[in-house]
């Protein structure tokens, strides 16, 4: 079955840099694309990067760009978030996610999940 797992969260101060991994297995990684979503209490689960299935289109949200870097690296079956430049707002739990269907472009929104990896931007 899909597996998700992150790493990389962590507590930082303002203008640091984190990079967020997210290991995967049990689904062919050439035909999906895939994000990072974030969340924080009482908020709805946000797309925050995609990367499409071919590793060559990528699409952020407003709030991320020219900060946030998504990559993949498929010979290591590896989903790849540089954050730099954070701020206090970018404080949340980070999912990585993978798209249930097979060739399809982002936006994603029917996904399989990982666990999360809690990132904390202090002032």
């Known amino acids: 079955q899909v597996q998700l797992v992150e790493s990389g969260g962590d507590s930082v101060q303002a203008g640091g840099s984190l990079r967020l991994s997210c290991t995967t297995s049990g689904f062919f990684f050439g035909v999906k694309s895939m994000g990072w979503f974030r969340q924080t209490a009482g908020k709805e689960r946000e797309l925050v990067a995609c990367?499409?299935?071919?590793?060559?289109?990528?699409s952020y949200a407003d709030s991320v760009k020219g900060r946030f870097t998504i990559s993949k690296d498929a010979t290591n079956e590896m989903l790849y978030l540089q954050m730099n430049s954070l701020k206090p707002d970018d404080t949340a739990i980070y999912y990585c996610?993978?798209?249930?269907?097979?060739?399809?472009?982002?936006?994603?929104?029917?996904?399989?999940w990982g666990q999360g990896t809690q990132v904390t931007v202090s002032s």
């Open positions: 996610a993978v798209d249930q269907r097979t060739w399809g472009r982002c936006p994603i929104s029917n996904n399989y």
């Open positions: 990367i499409n299935y071919d590793g060559h289109t990528t």
